[in-house]
């Protein structure tokens, strides 16, 4: 399988990037280096997530980050659609449907 970040999911991992070196740069580094990573391993391993609150997702915990990535699978591709902190309401309670066909343009 081959790996797509979507534009969401790529402006997450700078949203979290940039939030992180506010106060510690190493840090920032270490915690995108370990999503990038978990993020590509899927093409591998596309189901080691668990299911996800949308209909057709996975969600996968990323070790010693406090975020998870949420994906969907389509064909020979898997498409993350967003990272979130785990504290972070996902999928946001108004119109989940909608959010995974936004996020998949």
Not at 15 to 40: F, K, P
Not at 54 to 68: A, D, M, P, S, Y
Request: charged share 20%; aromatic share 8%.
């Amino acid at each position: 399988m081959q790996v797509m970040w979507t534009k969401p999911a790529k402006n997450d991992l700078q949203g979290i990037a940039e939030y992180i070196a506010q106060d510690n740069i190493t840090a920032s580094l270490e915690v995108v280096d370990r999503l990038l990573i978990a993020g590509n391993g899927l093409d591998m391993f596309s189901k080691r997530g668990r299911l996800g609150d949308i209909r057709g997702t996975f969600e996968l915990v990323v070790e010693k980050t406090t975020c998870n990535i949420v994906y969907a699978l389509k064909g020979k591709w898997v498409y993350i659609l967003a990272v979130v902190h785990q504290s972070q309401q996902w999928p946001p309670s108004h119109n989940k449907e909608k959010i995974i066909l936004e996020l998949l343009q």
